[in-house]
């Protein structure tokens, strides 16, 4: 993730070409058309988010937004006046008959409160600043409208992305390369979201003249089921879009799983795209990514999905929808079924040996991905079956960030490749599809959608925080990152072995920081021990439940738990805090043991090597918004001190010392 922080930068050292990026997607927002087509609301929020993380002024951005809708939206209306009613008739607007259509109503319902209110809706904003130049508005009126209007909707657009970025630079507050992930995540969403719109708005109205052919084709047919097919797909049929989009994705869906499926069973198990992705998730975990993609796995188990699953049967039944309860009971039983059925078949082995059990030890399709993608896209099709445009993509939209999310987790753990993963996904969206068509042909009454929907959401987050607040601990057990450990003599480690080791503590960024000042061959308990006297105090395992303390901006540093100081993705095995003692500062000491894959010894008496770094912390606080504990180098005093400390506890030996990029390391053991 590292290629993306250059850009950041270049941004932040560069503003005016990030402003006059906004300045021409804000305009091009506003033209006619044009519009449909401009990422504006992804790029705007982008803009935020960058303002919220301190890379770009949250004024300018704000103004070159405003200035350019503003322009935009006044271009557009000059067309009209310029050219009135042949405007219509002129490419790119006689493509889109309907939607100008659509806006001429708009603007005849709104009148001039129209030019305020199109900018926020989807669709007609790109048409209605021409149409009101067409049908005469005074030109005085229209920019007064249009810039109070675009002033708001500047706001509405930016101030979203700035209390995002704000989050986000909670997060890069603790780690670095989080930041960074956070960041691609939100830009691959956002152009996921783009490409989605795009394709709708180029595609539909050649879908639909595809389909009244094809229809008006059917219905010369002397069959009565051609001219049942004709009614389904005809364009005067409002779920005729939704039927033909279903069909596409079962044949599309079926065709890819055949070819993964094919790859897996002749023995083309793992490609190298799978052993590729498999490394670089390998190489980018990191603690708190990695109890954050624990929590998510662990809300695609099985108990889980099964909650949610009666929660939605349950709910059909209690409304009398049985054909829609006894279709997704099928669905829901037959996917079960086929995921338990390939993985017998194939017994693709896992990238990494798990605690599981009967079918679940091996790899192909992910389950929970084809469960996460059967349930949740059958909830989406029930929910949205009597929704408008913008709220089936809502619907969709939510359904899609959990499945994906789920999915995403398993990578990540190493408890699938990503074609297990892949195979998961296509075959729940393909069954989703085939209940889409069902539905869509003989859709359920008296459902109440959004109280489905609300029921559905309130199971799964219950049922789900149920299970990780009880399963947790067991679970980063399975999926913590196995350990990798060279056993080197004792004699080898002092002589040469110690170099293997790094000399400073490497931050997610890949940045060197403080020095380490010693290795330590010993059980950290040791340490722990004979220093609590000396007023050292061992701070809890680091967690995103301990640092909700780090929301308030009021609490003090004694408040507040050390800061997750990472070494190469990992916390610390070992904590202890103290108030500082000396060197002339303020804040506190803070002594952090890293184990490290490397032990000494021989045989069974070989002891794991912990890196141990000393720094200091001083409160600080961010936008006023929280409090953080902010890193300082330790003092050579404070340094010397701690030297002395460990030199005098009783059955701990300080049995070399090197001189290390500048700085002196020592190597320290323990008796038996």
């Known amino acids: 993730m590292d290629y993306v922080k250059p850009y ?41 988010v960058l303002v919220g993380t301190g890379h770009l002024g949250f004024w300018p951005v704000i103004i070159a937004t405003a200035v350019g809708c503003i322009v935009g939206d006044q271009v557009s209306y000059w067309a009209g006046r310029l ?61 007064f409208v249009n810039v109070t209007s675009g002033i708001a909707w500047s706001f509405a657009h930016v101030v979203p992305g700035v209390l995002i970025g704000q989050g986000l630079a909670f997060a890069g507050e603790l780690s670095g390369r989080l930041l960074v992930v956070l960041l691609v995540m939100f830009f691959i969403l956002a152009l996921a979201g783009y ?46 879009v ?23 069973a002749t023995g083309n198990a793992v490609s190298n795209i799978d052993l590729s992705v498999h490394a670089m998730m390998r190489e980018t975990r990191n603690a708190p990514a990695d109890e954050i993609m624990t929590v998510i796995t662990m809300m695609g188990d099985t108990l889980v999905m099964l909650a949610l699953s009666l929660a939605i049967l349950g709910w059909l039944v209690w409304h009398k929808a049985y054909r829609a309860a006894y279709a997704a009971g099928f669905a829901i ?97 393909v069954m989703m599809a085939a209940f889409g068509v069902a539905i869509e042909a003989v859709p359920p009454r008296r459902i109440k959608p959004l109280g489905l929907f609300g029921a559905a959401i309130l199971v799964f987050t219950v049922v789900g925080s149920a299970h990780v607040a009880t399963g947790y601990s067991h679970a980063s057990v399975i999926y913590a990152l196995p350990a990798r450990q060279v056993v080197v003599p004792l004699r ?5 072995g110690w170099e293997k080791l790094p000399a400073r503590r490497i931050d997610l960024a890949g940045r060197p920081e403080e020095h380490f000042l010693a290795q330590y061959a010993g059980d950290p308990a040791r340490l722990e021990e004979g220093l609590s006297p000396q007023g050292w105090l061992p701070a809890p395992a680091w967690s995103w439940r301990e640092s909700l303390p780090y929301l308030n901006p009021n609490a003090t540093l004694e408040d507040l738990p050390p ?58 606080n961010g936008f006023d918004l929280y409090a953080i504990p902010a890193l300082r180098l330790a003092s050579d005093e404070d340094i010397g001190a701690l030297r002395r400390s460990i030199a005098a506890l009783a059955g701990v030996s300080v049995i070399a010392r090197h001189e290390r990029d500048g700085a002196a390391q020592d190597l320290i053991t323990t008796a038996p």
């Open 242 to 264: 939704g039927i033909v989009l279903f069909a596409a994705i079962i044949f599309t869906g079926l065709a890819a799983l055949a070819n993964l499926a094919f790859r897996a």
């Open 83 to 143: 050219f009135g009613e042949r405007l219509k008739t002129m490419w790119p607007l006689s493509l889109y008959p309907q939607l100008v259509a659509k806006g001429e109503d708009f603007v005849r319902e709104h009148g001039g409160k129209s030019i305020a209110i199109g900018r926020f809706v989807p669709g007609v904003k790109s048409v209605v600043p021409g149409i009101v130049g067409m049908f005469g508005m005074n030109q005085i009126f229209f920019i």
């Open 8 to 48: 950041l930068d270049y941004f932040s050292a560069n503003p005016e070409w990030a402003l006059v990026i906004i300045f021409l997607i804000a305009m091009g927002e506003a033209l006619l058309i044009i519009g449909l087509f401009v990422p504006s609301t992804a790029v705007l929020v982008g803009a935020g």
């Open 195 to 240: 490409v989605i719109r795009l394709a709708a708005a180029g595609v539909l109205p050649y879908l639909n003249h595809l389909l009244q052919r094809v229809s008006d084709w059917a219905r010369r047919r002397p069959s009565r089921s051609w001219r049942r097919f004709a009614r389904a797909i005809s364009p005067d049929n409002p779920r005729s």
């Open 492 to 496: 080898e480690w002092v002589d040469s």
């Open 333 to 429: 039983i037959a996917a079960k079924l086929f995921e338990l059925a390939v993985k017998y078949g194939i017994q693709r082995a896992r990238p990494v040996e798990l605690d599981y059990f009967g079918a679940s030890v091996f790899s192909f399709p992910s389950g929970h991905a084809t469960m996460a993608a059967v349930i949740f896209g059958i909830l989406a099709v029930l929910v949205s079956h009597s929704l408008g445009r913008w709220g089936r993509a809502a619907v969709y939209g939510i359904c899609a960030v959990v499945v994906v999310a789920i999915a995403y987790s398993r990578v990540y753990l190493g408890a699938h490749w990503l074609s297990d993963v892949m195979a998961g996904l296509l075959f729940g969206t």
């Open 563 to 620: 800061r997750p100081a990472l070494h190469e993705g990992l916390t610390a095995a070992l904590t202890l805090t103290r108030m500082a003692q000396g060197g002339g500062g303020e804040g506190r000491e803070v002594l952090r043991l890293y184990r490290t894959d490397l032990a000494a010894g021989d045989g069974s008496a070989a002891k794991p090597i912990y890196l141990v770094s000393l720094t200091r912390e001083v409160k600080s």
